[in-house]
T-cell receptor, first 110, second 111 residues
């Protein structure tokens, strides 16, 4: 039972354009949502988070939107840069336990 | 510099062998976790420990064992009972829900 779903396994965008990564979840009890970025053969690194009581959080080029009624969140990266090419995991937190989506591989082309 | 160290980076195991993956942290975090990553899948929780001398099974604990004798260390043993051990293993620690720090991972291959 996949509680956090990233339905797009890959995404390719041109440098300078916006990247939008999507995520759906099933459990309305999740208290935090996070995005982690992962390069091959490395551990994930924290990117940005949002509390379930908010609908938007912005940090530089990264913005996360949360739509609780639709149980959907998205990560916007603008402008996209080649160094953003990585796997992005949508993660939910339930009383401290992390639940990972399958990941979306983002490729930003120069 | 504080962080999490996983060793070795690459590990090869013969069929029927037990192997132990090391995870050490100097962040003074109480909680530590082991995840497994397979191609096309997210990270799945194997075991976690919220305090010394205590640990809990995660979603895919079968064929694995852990110990937590020290706050800094949370080794994972992949036993011969694990039917498909080839994967990328990640250790993490945290002090609060969004304060997770991950190690750089160990890639285990069965030969």
């Amino acid at each position: 039972d996949q509680q956090v779903k990233q339905n797009s396994p890959s995404l390719s965008v041109q440098e300078g354009r916006i990247s939008i990564l999507n995520c759906d979840y099933t459990n309305s009890m999740f208290d935090y949502f996070l995005w982690y970025k992962k390069y091959p053969a490395e551990g994930p690194t924290f990117l940005i988070s949002i509390s379930s009581i908010k609908d938007k959080n912005e940090d530089g080029r990264f913005t996360v939107f949360l739509n609780k009624s639709a149980k959907h969140l998205s990560l916007h990266i603008v402008p996209s840069q080649p160094g953003d090419s990585a796997v992005y995991f949508c993660v939910s937190s339930n009383t401290g336990k992390l639940i990972f989506g399958q990941g979306t591989t983002l490729q930003v082309k120069p | 510099d504080g962080g999490i160290t996983q060793s070795p980076k690459y590990l090869f195991r013969k069929e029927g062998q037990n192997v132990t993956l090391s995870c050490e942290q100097n962040l003074n975090h109480d909680a530590m976790y082991w995840y497994r990553q397979d191609p096309g899948q997210g990270l799945r929780l194997i075991y976690y420990s919220q305090i010394v001398n205590d640990f809990q099974k995660g979603d895919i604990a079968e064929g694995y064992s852990v110990s937590r004798e020290k706050k800094e260390s949370f080794p994972l043993t992949v036993t011969s009972a694990q039917k498909n051990p080839t994967a990328f293993y990640l250790c993490a620690s945290s002090i609060q829900p969004i304060g997770y720090t991950f190690g750089s991972g160990t890639r285990l291959t069965v030969v």
